[in-house]
């Protein structure tokens, strides 16, 4: 187990309503990552951090925000849900860059309604 | 941009059997690395092998191995003596070589579902 949590574990929501969604590591590793996944699709990145307050945006982007004020969390918020945003979301965690293999968490199953 | 591709969106073996998962992928690089992940139904994400673009040895994990064409960018999953445990969603990934931020992302494919039948 990579050690990496992440809550709530499902969520059924209203559209025009906040979400956020939180990934919590005990592996103290540099890199996270937000992953979204739908059928046909894989998993698609949504945003990364590559450290404290360091954060990127991947091929998902619109609509979501993310914060990283400590090294082991990194919250994803959907500022005003979209019944699009329906989906199973990820987080993965990395200890640092090339072959480390990422590692994921047992996913989030977010409904907006 | 680099893209994967997975042509086989359902495969499915008898149980014992050998069973191989198709992945190409397309990029200009010359150094990367490739994954494959597992997920069943338990929906958990599981790595089963990676490879080193700059190695030319296929990367094995005991019933699990791959076939790297770099040339051909192919890099297939080969899956020996199947079992029951087996049965998941496959996904190919690819990721840049390099130390500038940004390298460390996944590209995914589509995925293979994987049935083994007893």
């Known amino acids: 187990d990579a050690g990496i949590t992440q809550s709530p574990r499902h969520k059924v929501t209203e559209t025009g309503t906040p979400v956020t969604l939180r990934c919590h590591q005990t592996?103290?590793?540099?890199?996270m990552y937000w992953y979204r996944q739908d059928p046909g699709h894989g998993l698609r990145l949504i945003h990364y951090?590559?450290?404290?307050?360091?954060?990127d945006k991947g091929e998902v982007s619109d609509g979501y925000s993310v914060s990283r004020s400590k090294t082991e969390d990194f919250l994803l918020t959907l500022e005003s849900a979209t019944s699009s945003q329906t989906s199973v979301y990820f987080c993965?965690?990395?200890?640092?860059?090339?072959?480390?293999?990422?590692?994921f968490g047992d996913g989030t199953r977010l409904s907006i309604l | 941009a680099q893209t994967v591709t997975q042509s086989q969106p359902e495969m499915s073996v008898q149980e014992a059997e050998t069973v191989t998962l198709s992945c190409t992928y397309d990029?200009?690089?010359?150094?990367?690395?490739l994954f494959w992940y597992k997920q069943p139904p338990s929906r958990q994400m599981i790595l089963v092998i990676r490879?080193?673009?700059?190695?030319?040895q296929n990367a094995t994990e005991n019933r699990f191995s791959v076939n790297f064409q770099k040339a051909a960018k192919s890099f297939s999953l080969k899956i020996s003596d199947s079992q029951l445990g087996d049965t998941a969603m496959y996904f190919c990934?690819?990721?840049?070589?390099?130390?500038?931020?940004?390298?460390?992302?996944?590209?995914f494919g589509t995925g293979t579902r994987l049935t083994i039948i007893p």
């Open positions: 990934a690819f990721m840049k070589h390099g130390t500038n931020f940004g390298n460390e992302k996944l590209t």
């Open positions: 592996e103290n590793h540099r890199y």
């Open positions: 490879q080193e673009a700059y190695k030319q």
């Open positions: 951090s590559y450290g404290v307050k360091d954060t």
């Open positions: 993965a965690i990395s200890p640092g860059q090339g072959p480390q293999a990422q590692h």
């Open positions: 990029t200009s690089e010359n150094n990367y690395y």
